[in-house]
């Protein structure tokens, strides 16, 4: 999935996991997968179904168009509907951002994070350091202003970086359910296991349709 391509619309379906429940073993626990999935995706998915069924008119409107368009909902639904859309669009970054055979970035991303930050290891750990310091709920974002500069970027609750302009590359989920099963209330513990199943190859390929 990038921001630029994806043509999903209602009834929106649950995204399907690129891997088994297990394929991020030991980093990420089987059962925090599947309920992560199999419940928190599938939550927000059914909601924001349910939130758009009345509103025929935005049947035909992609995911991204309802996250970027508060102003054109209908406002009695508009609450609910950018809540639950933006669950569903964080949550799918998030899964589709990680992957059993990770790699360190190359080519233009590469050069790029090296010209901001002067190299991976320095972006590491910068990015640990700002996904620590996110209070409460919310995600970390690697993203792409509209200059063309890598930046990061925190959201809170379920707001998306596409409201602010920005394109995104990844992002880790940083509310507690993302990890509380295996590591508690130990998130630095958590962003190390993130990293070690980070899917570059899913951060290059959206970096090359900015």
């Given at each position: 999935m990038s921001n630029k391509n994806n043509c999903m619309s209602y009834p929106f379906s649950l995204f399907p996991l690129p891997y088994a429940y297990?394929?991020?073993?030991?980093?990420?626990?089987?059962?925090?997968?599947?309920?992560?999935?199999?419940?928190?995706?599938?939550?927000?998915?059914?909601?924001?179904?349910?939130?758009?069924?009345?509103?025929?008119?935005?049947?035909?409107?992609?995911?991204?168009w309802l996250v970027c368009n508060a102003n054109s909902l209908?406002?009695?639904?508009?609450?609910?509907?950018?809540h639950n859309a933006g669950g569903v669009y964080n949550h799918i970054y998030y899964f589709a951002g990680m992957s059993p055979k990770t790699c360190k970035p190359s080519?233009?991303?590469?050069?790029?994070?090296?010209?901001?930050?002067?190299?991976?290891?320095?972006?590491?750990?910068?990015?640990?350091?700002?996904?620590?310091?996110v209070f409460g709920s919310g995600y970390l974002w690697l993203v792409v202003n509209k200059q063309g500069n890598l930046r990061i970027v925190k959201t809170h609750n379920q707001e998306t970086p596409l409201s602010r302009g920005f394109c995104p590359l990844f992002c880790i989920d940083v509310w507690e359910h993302a990890y509380y099963l295996k590591h508690y209330n130990d998130r630095a513990s958590y962003i190390d296991d993130w990293f070690a199943v980070l899917n570059c190859d899913f951060a290059q390929k959206n970096f090359s349709l900015f």
């Open positions: 297990n394929a991020l073993e030991p980093h990420i626990d089987t059962l925090t997968m599947k309920i992560h999935h199999d419940r928190h995706l599938k939550t927000y998915t059914d909601k924001l179904n349910a939130a758009l069924e009345p509103c025929t008119h935005l049947h035909n409107k992609t995911l991204e209908p406002t009695k639904s508009r609450k609910d509907i950018l080519g233009k991303l590469a050069k790029a994070i090296d010209c901001e930050f002067g190299s991976w290891e320095k972006l590491v750990a910068k990015f640990k350091s700002c996904a620590l310091d």
